[in-house]
C-alpha cells in the first residue's frame, strides 16, 4: 500500500489516483526574486523524491511546479536595483536561471510543465472573470476579491475557524473590502502598465495563479498537490476557495507540506534573515552531500540544519560512493528490482509517507553484508534512480604534496611494484595519519 500524511484530513491515507496510473501533482514553485536558500532546496528534493517514487513505481506523472515571475518582491527589488519596478522580468529571469542551476547541482529532474505566471495571463483573467461570474468575487474600483462569505469552508486545511481568522485579520486603510478575510485577485495599477483586463489595468494577485495553472497544465482535480508548510495558510487556503469555488468539487485528493529547517532554532526565512543560499552551501560541500543531507531526514519533521551534521553526512555519503564504486551501471527493470528482498523493504518505506530515514536503515544494513555483483549493480541503479543520488565520488581534497610526502610515495610505488603489500599498507597508513587518503587504480 502507498500512502502519504495528507495535512487536509490530517492522517496518513492510500494514494487512489483519480485516473488509473497516472497521478497529477502540483508543487509551488519560487519567486524569483532572490538566490535560493536551503529551506528550498528541502522542499524539492521532497517532491523530487516523490515524483522518482511513484515514477519508479510505474505511474505517469504529471509534475506541474510554476514559477511565479511577477509579485510584489520583483516589484521591489527591480525598484531597488534598476530604479524602475518594470525591469522586474529581468530580476525574474536572473533568479530562474540561478534557481534551475541550483535544481540541476541537486540533480532534481524537470517538472513536466514549468509555467510562468506571465506567460499565462489570458487563464488567469479568464479564471478571475468566472469567479465574478459565480458571485465568488467582485470588483472594487479596479480590484478584484476573492468573497469569503461564499465559501463556508474556508479554513478547513489550516484547521482555522473563520470568527478566529476574522478577528486576526489586518485590513490595510486604502482596502475596501466586504470582509477582512477577502483576498486580492488583481491589483490595479497605472494605465498601460502589466495586463489588460476587463477590470482595467493591472496584475494578478499571488494566489490566484496557481489555480489557474493546476487548472490549465493539469485539471480540476489532481491527486496530490505540495509546497512549503509555510504556505499551508493562506497560500494553500485560498488556492482551495478559488478552485474548489468555482468547480464546486474537491480539488487535491491530498495535501503534502514540507517542514521547515531551522538555524538556531529559529525558522529560517528569508524575512528574518538567518538564511544560507544552496549556492553558499555548494561552496563548501558537494551537492550531492546536502541531497544526501536532507534525504536523511523525514519531510515532516523541521530541520535543525548544521554544518557539523553536513560534514557526518558527507563521511556517510562518501563511505556509500565507495562501497558502489567498483560497481558498473546497468538498467534493471522493476520485476528484477523487487526479486531483492534490500530493495523491497527499502521500497515499502519510502511508500509509507516518504521515509527515507527509515529506508537509509535498510541500506546500511546491506552494504554490511555480502553481496554478487549484480545484486550490488541491482541496487545502485535502484539509488540512481530513485533516491537521485548520482553515487559519483566526491572529489578529494587536494593535498600539497611536500617532499617527505612524496618521498613515502615513491618508496610506496616501489613496494607495490616489487609486490611487497605489507610494505605498501604501511606506508599507506603513514600517509593516511598525515591526512592524504590514497585511492589506488587496479593494477
Ligand atoms: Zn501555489
Given at each position: 500500500?502507498?500512502?502519504?500524511?495528507?495535512?487536509?484530513?490530517?492522517?496518513?491515507?492510500?494514494?487512489?489516483?483519480?485516473?488509473?496510473?497516472?497521478?497529477?501533482?502540483?508543487?509551488?514553485?519560487?519567486?524569483?526574486?532572490?538566490?535560493?536558500?536551503?529551506?528550498?532546496?528541502?522542499?524539492?528534493?521532497?517532491?523530487?523524491?516523490?515524483?522518482?517514487?511513484?515514477?519508479?513505481?510505474?505511474?505517469?506523472?504529471?509534475?506541474?511546479?510554476?514559477?511565479?515571475?511577477?509579485?510584489?518582491?520583483?516589484?521591489?527589488?527591480?525598484?531597488?536595483?534598476?530604479?524602475?519596478?518594470?525591469?522586474?522580468?529581468?530580476?525574474?529571469?536572473?533568479?530562474?536561471?540561478?534557481?534551475?542551476?541550483?535544481?540541476?547541482?541537486?540533480?532534481?529532474?524537470?517538472?513536466?510543465?514549468?509555467?510562468?505566471?506571465?506567460?499565462?495571463?489570458?487563464?488567469?483573467?479568464?479564471?478571475?472573470?468566472?469567479?465574478?461570474?459565480?458571485?465568488?468575487?467582485?470588483?472594487?474600483?479596479?480590484?478584484?476579491?476573492?468573497?469569503?462569505?461564499?465559501?463556508?469552508?474556508?479554513?478547513?486545511?489550516?484547521?482555522?475557524?473563520?470568527?478566529?481568522?476574522?478577528?486576526?485579520?489586518?485590513?490595510?486603510?486604502?482596502?475596501?473590502?466586504?470582509?477582512?478575510?477577502?483576498?486580492?485577485?488583481?491589483?490595479?495599477?497605472?494605465?498601460?502598465?502589466?495586463?489588460?483586463?476587463?477590470?482595467?489595468?493591472?496584475?494578478?494577485?499571488?494566489?490566484?495563479?496557481?489555480?489557474?495553472?493546476?487548472?490549465?497544465?493539469?485539471?480540476?482535480?489532481?491527486?496530490?498537490?505540495?509546497?512549503?508548510?509555510?504556505?499551508?495558510?493562506?497560500?494553500?487556503?485560498?488556492?482551495?476557495?478559488?478552485?474548489?469555488?468555482?468547480?464546486?468539487?474537491?480539488?487535491?485528493?491530498?495535501?503534502?507540506?514540507?517542514?521547515?529547517?531551522?538555524?538556531?532554532?529559529?525558522?529560517?526565512?528569508?524575512?528574518?534573515?538567518?538564511?544560507?543560499?544552496?549556492?553558499?552551501?555548494?561552496?563548501?560541500?558537494?551537492?550531492?552531500?546536502?541531497?544526501?543531507?536532507?534525504?536523511?531526514?523525514?519531510?515532516?519533521?523541521?530541520?535543525?540544519?548544521?554544518?557539523?551534521?553536513?560534514?557526518?553526512?558527507?563521511?556517510?555519503?562518501?563511505?556509500?560512493?565507495?562501497?558502489?564504486?567498483?560497481?558498473?551501471?546497468?538498467?534493471f527493470d522493476l520485476a528484477s528490482l523487487k526479486k531483492i528482498d534490500?530493495?523491497?523493504?527499502?521500497?515499502?518505506?519510502?511508500?509509507?509517507?516518504?521515509?527515507?530515514?527509515?529506508?537509509?536503515?535498510?541500506?546500511?544494513?546491506?552494504?554490511?553484508?555480502?553481496?554478487?555483483?549484480?545484486?550490488?549493480?541491482?541496487?545502485?541503479?535502484?539509488?540512481?534512480?530513485?533516491?537521485?543520488?548520482?553515487?559519483?565520488?566526491?572529489?578529494?581534497?587536494?593535498?600539497?604534496?611536500?617532499?617527505?610526502?612524496?618521498?613515502?610515495?615513491?618508496?610506496?610505488?616501489?613496494?607495490?611494484?616489487?609486490?611487497?603489500?605489507?610494505?605498501?599498507?604501511?606506508?599507506?597508513?603513514?600517509?593516511?595519519?598525515?591526512?592524504?587518503?590514497?585511492?589506488?587504480?587496479k593494477m
Amino acid at each position: 500500500m502507498i500512502q502519504f500524511y495528507s495535512t487536509l484530513s490530517g492522517k496518513k491515507e492510500q494514494l487512489k489516483p483519480l485516473k488509473a496510473q497516472n497521478i497529477s501533482l502540483y508543487v509551488c514553485g519560487i519567486t524569483p526574486y532572490d538566490n535560493a536558500h536551503i529551506g528550498h532546496g528541502r522542499v524539492f528534493v521532497t517532491f523530487d523524491l516523490l515524483y522518482r517514487l511513484l515514477t519508479f513505481i510505474g505511474y505517469h506523472v504529471n509534475y506541474c511546479r510554476n514559477v511565479t515571475d511577477i509579485d510584489d518582491k520583483l516589484l521591489t527589488k527591480a525598484q531597488k536595483e534598476f530604479g524602475d519596478p518594470l525591469r522586474y522580468h529581468e530580476v525574474a529571469q536572473r533568479y530562474t536561471a540561478s534557481f534551475n542551476r541550483d535544481m540541476k547541482a541537486l540533480n532534481c529532474a524537470t517538472p513536466t510543465h514549468e509555467p510562468l505566471v506571465t506567460q499565462n495571463m489570458p487563464e488567469i483573467i479568464t479564471f478571475i472573470q468566472e469567479l465574478i461570474a459565480k458571485n465568488k468575487a467582485y470588483k472594487v474600483n479596479g480590484d478584484v476579491y476573492y468573497r469569503i462569505a461564499q465559501f463556508p469552508a474556508y479554513g478547513k486545511l489550516s484547521k482555522q475557524k473563520l470568527d478566529e481568522l476574522r478577528a486576526g485579520a489586518r485590513v490595510q486603510i486604502n482596502e475596501e473590502k466586504e470582509d477582512p478575510l477577502d483576498f486580492a485577485l488583481w491589483k490595479s495599477e497605472k494605465e498601460n502598465t502589466f495586463w489588460h483586463s476587463p477590470w482595467g489595468w493591472g496584475r494578478p494577485g499571488w494566489h490566484i495563479e496557481c489555480s489557474a495553472l493546476a487548472k490549465k497544465y493539469l485539471a480540476e482535480q489532481i491527486d496530490m498537490h505540495g509546497g512549503g508548510a509555510d504556505l499551508t495558510f493562506p497560500h494553500h487556503e485560498n488556492e482551495i476557495a478559488q478552485t474548489e469555488g468555482l468547480t464546486e468539487k474537491r480539488f487535491a485528493q491530498l495535501w503534502l507540506h514540507c517542514a521547515f529547517v531551522n538555524v538556531n532554532k529559529e525558522k529560517m526565512s528569508k524575512s528574518l534573515g538567518n538564511f544560507f543560499t544552496l549556492n553558499d552551501t555548494f561552496g563548501e560541500f558537494d551537492p550531492m552531500t546536502i541531497r544526501y543531507y536532507y534525504l536523511t531526514h523525514y519531510y515532516r519533521t523541521p530541520l535543525d540544519f548544521s554544518f557539523d551534521d553536513i560534514k557526518s553526512a558527507q563521511k556517510a555519503y562518501q563511505k556509500i560512493c565507495h562501497y558502489f564504486s567498483d560497481v558498473a551501471p546497468q538498467q534493471f527493470d522493476l520485476a528484477s528490482l523487487k526479486k531483492i528482498d534490500a530493495i523491497v523493504r527499502m521500497l515499502s518505506f519510502l511508500e509509507d509517507d516518504l521515509n527515507s530515514p527509515g529506508m537509509f536503515g535498510v541500506l546500511f544494513t546491506f552494504m554490511q553484508e555480502k553481496h554478487d555483483a549484480q545484486t550490488k549493480a541491482a541496487m545502485k541503479y535502484f539509488i540512481r534512480e530513485v533516491l537521485g543520488l548520482t553515487l559519483e565520488p566526491l572529489p578529494e581534497k587536494l593535498v600539497t604534496i611536500t617532499p617527505e610526502i612524496q618521498q613515502l610515495l615513491d618508496e610506496r610505488e616501489q613496494a607495490r611494484k616489487a609486490k611487497d603489500f605489507k610494505r605498501a599498507d604501511d606506508i599507506r597508513e603513514q600517509l593516511r595519519i598525515m591526512g592524504v587518503d590514497l585511492h589506488d587504480k587496479k593494477m
